[in-house]
Nanobody, 118 residues
Framework: QVQVVESGGGSVQAGGSLRLSCAAT????????MGWHRQEPGKERELVAD?????????ADSVKGRFTVSVSGGNTKNTVTLQMDNLAPADTAVYYC??????????WGQGTQVTVSA
């Protein structure tokens, strides 16, 4: 198992930038991928960005060209960062970090609020 803890988030005006970080501890050598989802009130959680330990990335169409996901941590690669630029009010949501261990499960952080004002 792993534990996932997010940091970052907050409030910003449209056009601004924020950076989210997420650190995994525990059985980090079993992590296949890490990334971020987001959820607005009353809506389903949606994938924002994902990166495999091999460096392959996936992005939601709505964030392509504005958000960048990266992984770091040396040999363990246990930290994932989401750089969010040119933010828009539609990006307002609770952002959740995930660590994917494949058959061993998907682990989530507690969530961090991102609010973008017009």
């Amino acid at each position: 198992q792993v534990q996932v803890v997010e940091s970052g988030g907050g409030s910003v005006q449209a056009g601004g930038s924020l950076r989210l970080s997420c650190a995994a501890t525990g059985d980090v050598y079993s992590i296949l991928a890490m990334g971020w989802h987001r959820q607005e009130p009353g809506k389903e959680r949606e994938l924002v960005a994902d990166i495999s330990m091999g460096g392959n990335t996936k992005y939601a169409d709505s964030v392509k060209g504005r958000f960048t996901v990266s992984v770091s941590g040396g040999n363990t690669k246990n930290t994932v960062t989401l750089q969010m630029d040119n933010l828009a009010p539609a990006d307002t949501a609770v952002y959740y970090c995930h660590a994917d261990l494949g058959a061993w499960g998907l682990f989530w952080g507690q969530g961090t609020q991102v609010t973008v004002s017009a």
